[in-house]
């Protein structure tokens, strides 16, 4: 099993899928990867040598800001908008949605489930 910044990606699948597996890396970054190492776009995890893991481990840590660092770095981002006490940073404060979407219908996966009100009539 190669272990890449951290995450056990799994053996049996195509390098390019397997690299989305790591926070931070979608398809297109696995693909810039790939090309960028000459790896084989149906080259499967269990056929890189030790080098090519080792290549594309170096890689990740030089270029990109993956797992742990970007999920810190985004939560300090949400952390200082709540501290600055603009417009976002109540938003994300309150649970509602940040992006200017209604919220007198809908918006449930930021709101969570609703709550009925006490004597409301229908």
Known sequence: M???AGVNIPTQKRVEV???YIFGIGQ??????????SIP???RV???TDDEVLRIREFIDRDFVVEGDLRRET???VKRLMDLGCYRGIR???GLPVRGQRTHTNAR????????IAGKKK
């Open 46 to 48: 269990h056929q890189l």
């Open 92 to 94: 994300h404060r309150k």
């Open 41 to 43: 776009e149906n080259r």
């Open 2 to 4: 190669a272990r890449i």
């Open 28 to 37: 297109t970054r696995a693909e810039t990867i790939c090309a960028k190492l």
């Open 18 to 20: 397997a690299l989305t």
């Open 75 to 77: 939560a300090m981002s």
């Open 109 to 116: 996966t930021r709101k969570g489930k609703a709550r009925p």
